[in-house]
């Protein structure tokens, strides 16, 4: 089976096993969800648009290509993604393309244990600020492409997040303001190698090998300043359909504002630059031949799927 047709039966999928709670009037009907794709012909990836009446895109899906809205330091990525499409551009049910990781940022920045109960399942303290590092950017992987695990390694985990999508440039802003330079929202898997945190005492091999952040589908995309139902939100994870994950997002140590401003004080967020806010309890060790799927309830992002090899 071929990427496009895989990574699409990974949506279908997804959208027969989940359902969803209301979304609140900051982030209502229709929606707009930014993606990037590549056909049969061309390994280029197209970044395209679908709208929908609030469901995740589908293959049946109608896409339509846009230029890059996170293209330069000044960009509005929530503007431009609204402009008018590229002329002679792909269009078209999202089936017949394969996808490509939504976003192709410059920097990828996680934070560590931002839920309690993660720190407390792993022994580690609880931190008293945003605990910050990097994964590489060549990190990243489609949803239904594959996360290959570096061998000769006793445990690497799995790890579902609420993934921060920067729309304009952030720096030093404030938490009161932090949320007018975010344009939407993903999923995403932080794939971590224990063994290497262990060894190195930091984390970027443990946090930044190829194929370590699986995002997507999809960026929903909302209004720069809307806020969420972060009390109505859960961030599942499952492992070969075990959930192994389920915490509520709003259970947060540091919320989204926190994070955005804290972040801006030591570096400039640049549009397309990608927060992984951290995952909840229940991080399980990956196998060859394992399946990893990530949801959000309360919030519809669609499904993030990805074989494990």
């Not at 027969?16 to 009037?25: H, N, R």
């Not at 950017?137 to 997040?161: K, Q, S, W």
């Not at 370590?212 to 929903?220: D, E, K, T, W």
């Not at 806010?277 to 309830?297: K, S």
Request: proline share 7%; with cysteine; aromatic share 6%.
């Amino acid at each position: 089976m071929g990427a496009g047709h895989t990574a699409q039966a990974n949506l279908r999928r997804g959208r027969e096993q989940a359902t969803f709670a209301p979304m609140p009037s900051t982030c209502i009907d229709p929606v707009l969800w930014l993606g990037r794709v590549r056909t049969t012909h061309s390994s280029q990836p197209r970044h395209v648009r679908v709208r929908t009446d609030g469901a995740a895109p589908g293959p049946e899906s109608e896409v339509e290509e846009i230029r890059d809205p996170f293209a330069g330091s000044g960009a509005d990525a929530w503007s431009r993604a609204h402009e008018g499409r590229v002329e002679g551009g792909l269009s078209g049910p999202l089936g017949r393309f394969a996808l490509v990781a939504p976003v192709h940022a410059r920097k990828v920045i996680g934070v560590g244990r931002n839920y309690r109960a993660h720190a407390q399942e792993l022994g580690n303290e609880v931190p008293s600020r945003p605990l910050l590092f990097l994964k590489a950017a060549t990190c990243l992987v489609a949803c239904g492409a594959p996360i290959v695990l570096p061998r000769g390694y006793e445990r690497i985990d799995m790890e579902a997040e609420l993934v921060v999508v920067i729309g304009r440039m952030a720096r030093g802003v404030t938490a009161a303001s932090a949320l007018k330079h975010v344009c939407g929202y993903c999923l995403g898997n932080d794939v971590s190698n224990r063994d290497l945190q262990r060894q190195d005492s930091q984390w970027t091999r443990a946090k930044g090998f190829d194929t370590s952040g699986p995002l997507g589908p999809f960026v929903r995309l909302c209004e720069p300043g809307a806020l969420l139902p972060m009390e109505g939100m859960r961030i599942r994870g499952y492992l070969n359909d075990e959930l192994v994950q389920d915490g509520r997002v709003g259970d947060m140590l540091f919320d989204i504002p926190t994070l955005v401003a804290h972040i801006s004080e030591t570096m400039t967020l640049e549009p397309g630059d990608l927060i992984y806010t951290g995952t909840p309890a229940g991080v399980a060790a990956l196998q060859p031949g394992a399946f990893v799927r990530i949801e959000m309830r309360g919030f519809e992002l669609g499904t993030l799927t990805n074989p494990v090899v």
